[in-house]
């Protein structure tokens, strides 16, 4: 298990952003480490996935503080290379439905880092057979299933090189077979060096592929443990509701 | 060469003599035709102005004679500008041609606002088919369609009429507007109207296209219709010019052959069509107009017209649909007011505005530089945007916000998203409705023979005036526009073969999330 303080990927401080009267997230701090693979949870509305969406700033923050692999995130940050270095994997994949599986993966690299085309769609090709979907690269992503399509838009965010993937429900609208396939993929990251931050619902996933599980309610942290822990000694009377909830699911 | 000398000084004392005779015999010219007469017209009246040919800028009739002599006494070049009647006189007033002259009779509520100068005496005829019984006074055509050209004062000579019928209890006369002249007559032909009401010189000269086919019936005595005039701007200098000219040209006898040369002995050209039989298609007519350079350039006219509105629009509408998916400003109102002014506004209305409206503020549209092409080029594109905007906005809206949400998470930058991402995507939903307003566009574009562009319609219609033979111009005209239709029709099919990657949403639907 990484030490949380030798050099850490993420840190957090005080995080605060809010809609309008409303508070989402209320001096949010933690931090992750090199290789770390965070699952967040908590009920709806409790702002797990503004959390994630402030790391590659899709949502600024208001107040806090963010330091990336010791780079500082507020409004002077370059967008573009902010999110060279935070890849994002939505809950309905949100693939390029007018390109094919490769032109999907190729795109980014060739726009964004300028890259040629034949070396876009090697670095593609080499990225989908890692989520083992090469052999799809011709079709459409309206011709493929749902773990099928986020197993490219995986692949998507990876040829971009990032240091950091979010993942925001990212097995949502799928199927227990196809889940089973984005935790194998997810797991083989983090074995690369990846470090990763899950935002999810499921609780067999969370216990899987976690090394730390963040319970989130109200824009607090409440509670913050190895899955194990988390699992079977919520410390608060909070976790443990949340917890019996899901199980009498 | 013996001769020569002798020739040579035959020559000089002709100059000299021309020398000496100039200051009497060139007359200043009017203020409006300073530096060149510039003439609007209507070419669809013969034999006043009518093309006399196939080629639609050659003008002959009447009007065209009296002009040039006018030019030629005051010594500055004439241009003419064809144009539809409806536009003659707002032309006029924006300074667009120095006179009017296209076979309007003199008529004091016209002179309000303008000077006018006769110079041709005339008289008002009632024509029927053949045959027709004459009628003995106007109140004897009560209840009977009666065809007049729009634009004319003749429908509200006729309302006057109405008004006496209508005090006897009599039913009114029944009167019908069409745009041109031969229009009018075809409805006599066709039966749809009982009679029409003319000029008798120009009834003179359709009797001869027309083998006979009709027959005045009554000549009404209105005081008003006695003269043709030049119409001027109200300038009494410039009137008191144009009087004496005219009165010169009669004097000096310059007049008479002119009349002589079409009222009496039409053109050798309008004699063309005389010869045409009395009914059915005639292929030969109907294959010269398809072939003809005349109806090439119309259709290349009205083609580039479309094509290159439409595309302006659409380079207008683009970041205008931007800003109307944004966030509220005062931009977005802006362009709604803009939307909303230019859907309500005919486009005809806003052709008239910003040919002859225009130069009245911004004189600087008067200018050579400001053609009618470039006047309808500016007319329909900014009325097509209005419409354009509409359609992209809702192809644009139609698009998933997760799409943007994307290619930002990626490190696309905005226009990046909107380049690769959003823009291919808006193209499918946007292009059969866009192809819908271009076809629309490519029929709009016949307005602009108001503002005398010599589009497709323009061009046949002027063909029509100088024939008869209606429906073989019509026919080809259509072949035109079905062929420019179509085309655009087969190019639409090939784009949206590219949208193969939504077709098959259908076949697999369950896949999508």
């Known amino acids: 298990m990484p030490q949380p303080d030798a050099d850490p990927m993420i840190e957090v401080r005080n995080l605060q952003k809010s809609y309008g009267d409303f508070a989402v997230l209320r001096n949010v701090s933690f931090t992750v480490a090199r290789g770390e693979k965070i699952v967040i949870l908590g009920p709806s509305g409790s702002g797990k996935s503004t959390l994630i969406r402030c790391f590659n700033r899709i949502e600024p923050h208001d107040a806090g503080e963010i330091v990336i692999d010791g780079e500082r995130i507020d409004q002077t940050t370059e967008l573009t290379r902010l999110r060279c270095m935070v890849g994002m994997v939505f809950q309905n994949y949100n693939l390029f439905p007018h390109l094919s599986v490769l032109e999907n993966c190729a795109l980014p690299p060739r726009v964004v880092k300028k890259a040629g085309r034949e070396a876009a769609e090697d670095l593609a090709m080499n990225f989908l057979q890692r989520v083992n979907i090469a052999d799809q690269a011709r079709k459409y992503p309206i011709q493929l299933s749902g773990g099928q399509q986020q197993r490219v838009a995986i692949a998507r965010a990876l040829c971009m090189q990032p240091s950091v993937m979010l993942f925001d429900e990212p097995t949502a609208a799928l199927d227990p077979e196809a889940v089973s396939g984005v935790a194998d993929i997810m797991a083989s990251l983090s074995a690369d060096g990846m470090t990763t931050l899950c935002v999810t619902h499921e609780m067999g996933f969370a216990r899987r592929i976690a090394d730390r599980i963040i319970f989130m309610d109200q824009g607090r942290i409440l509670e913050s443990a190895p899955p194990e822990e988390f699992f079977t000694r919520p410390r608060t009377d909070r976790a443990r509701d949340f917890l019996s909830q899901m199980i009498r699911y | ?513």
């Open chain 2, 1 to 513: 060469m013996p001769g020569a000398p002798l020739v040579r000084i035959f020559l000089c004392v002709c100059m000299l003599l021309g020398l000496l005779a100039a200051p009497g015999a060139r007359a200043q010219a009017p203020s409006f035709a300073a530096g060149g007469l510039t003439v609007c017209t209507n070419p669809t009246l013969p034999p006043m102005t009518f093309v006399n040919g196939s080629d639609s800028s050659d003008l002959a009739g009447v009007d065209i004679d009296v002009s040039r002599r006018l030019g030629t006494y005051w010594h500055v070049p004439v241009t003419f500008v064809s144009m539809d009647f409806v536009g003659l006189f707002p032309s006029l007033e924006a300074g667009r041609c120095g006179m009017v002259i296209s076979g309007v009779v003199r008529q004091p509520a016209r002179e309000v606002k303008f000077d006018a100068v006769p110079y041709q005496p005339t008289s008002l005829v009632v024509v029927a088919r053949a045959g027709t019984a004459p009628v003995t006074s106007m109140a004897d055509l009560s209840g009977k369609v009666l065809a007049v050209e729009s634009g004319t004062s003749y429908a509200a000579r006729i309302a006057q009429e109405n008004v006496a019928l209508a005090a006897a209890g009599r039913p009114a006369i029944e009167i019908q507007q069409y745009p041109t002249e031969d229009q009018v007559v075809q409805q006599v032909l066709i039966g749809r109207a009982f009679a029409f009401v003319s000029q008798d010189v120009e009834l003179a000269f359709r009797q001869t296209q027309l083998n006979g086919k009709v027959s005045v019936i009554f000549q009404p005595d209105y005081p008003e219709y006695r003269n043709f005039a030049i119409y001027i701007r109200k300038d009494a200098r410039d009137r008191a010019a144009l009087a004496g000219a005219i009165a010169a040209l009669h004097d000096s006898g310059q007049m008479a052959p002119i009349l002589q040369r079409w009222r009496l002995v039409p053109g050798g050209g309008a004699q063309e069509g005389t010869a045409k039989a009395a009914s059915g298609f005639n292929w030969r007519t109907f294959a010269s107009a398809l072939v003809s350079p005349a109806f090439a350039r119309a259709a290349a006219i009205t083609l580039a017209m479309a094509v290159l509105s439409h595309m302006t629009a659409i380079a207008l509408a683009i970041p205008m649909a931007m800003v109307m998916n944004g966030r509220d400003g005062l931009l977005k109102s802006a362009i709604r007011a803009y939307v909303a002014l230019f859907r309500a506004a005919p486009t005809l209305l806003q052709l008239l505005f910003v040919w002859n409206a225009l130069p009245q503020f911004l004189p600087v549209f008067r200018e050579a530089w400001f053609t009618p092409f470039l006047a309808a080029w500016i007319s329909l594109s900014i009325n097509e945007a209005a419409y354009q905007v509409e359609i992209n906005r809702a192809a644009l809206q139609a698009i998933d916000p997760g799409q943007a949400l994307a290619g930002d998470a990626l490190g696309m930058t905005r226009m990046q998203v909107y380049r690769h991402v959003i823009f291919p995507q808006a193209l499918r939903i946007a292009l059969p409705p866009t192809i819908n307003e271009f076809i629309s566009l490519i029929k709009t574009t016949s307005l602009a023979s108001v503002i005398s562009l010599q589009e497709l319609l323009a061009v046949t219609q002027i063909n029509v005036a100088r024939t008869f033979e209606f429906t073989e111009y019509y026919a080809a005209a259509l072949i035109y526009y079905l062929l420019i239709v179509f085309f655009f029709l087969w190019v639409q099919k090939r784009i949206e073969r590219r949208f193969a990657w939504a077709d098959r949403l259908k076949a697999t639907s369950h896949a999508a999330a």
